[in-house]
């Protein structure tokens, strides 16, 4: 299974991304997926989480309301718009896949990993 992310970049604070997450090699409708983000010198810490369905959703405390997770299954994608950006979101964010995430904020529950992309907020 292989993750591919884009869409990240430089913002002003204030602003909005949206990322997206390419999945392929298996049957990405089977996966549970979720964001993850680690800023220089942090751990990496759970940002959002979507099930295979899209039924359910998950959202670290820090970013509840201001992001949003969704998926297409049609174009083995997910997504993780992000509005309100502040110095505090800047990191790299990564797409992690695992076909059943029992613990979808635990980065140990996830198999399968992106690379990263860079998000980046300026004031």
């Known amino acids: 299974v292989q993750l591919v992310e884009s869409g990240g970049g430089l913002v002003q604070t204030g602003g909005s991304l949206r990322l997206s997450c390419v999945v392929s090699?298996?049957?990405?409708?089977?996966?549970?997926m979720g964001w993850f983000r680690q800023a220089p010198g942090k751990e990496r810490e759970f940002v959002a989480a979507?099930?295979?369905?899209?039924?359910?959703?998950y959202y670290a405390d820090s970013v509840k309301g201001r992001f949003t997770i969704s998926r297409d299954n049609a174009k083995n994608t997910v997504y993780l718009q992000m509005n309100s950006l502040n110095n505090e979101d800047t990191a790299v964010y990564y797409c992690?896949?695992?076909?059943?995430?029992?613990?979808?904020?635990?980065?140990?529950?996830?198999?399968?990993w992106g690379q990263g992309t860079q998000v980046t907020v300026s004031s």
């Open positions: 992690a896949a695992d076909p059943v995430a029992t613990i979808p904020h635990s980065g140990q529950d996830y198999g399968y």
């Open positions: 090699g298996d049957t990405f409708s089977d996966y549970d």
């Open positions: 979507i099930t295979w369905s899209g039924g359910n959703t």
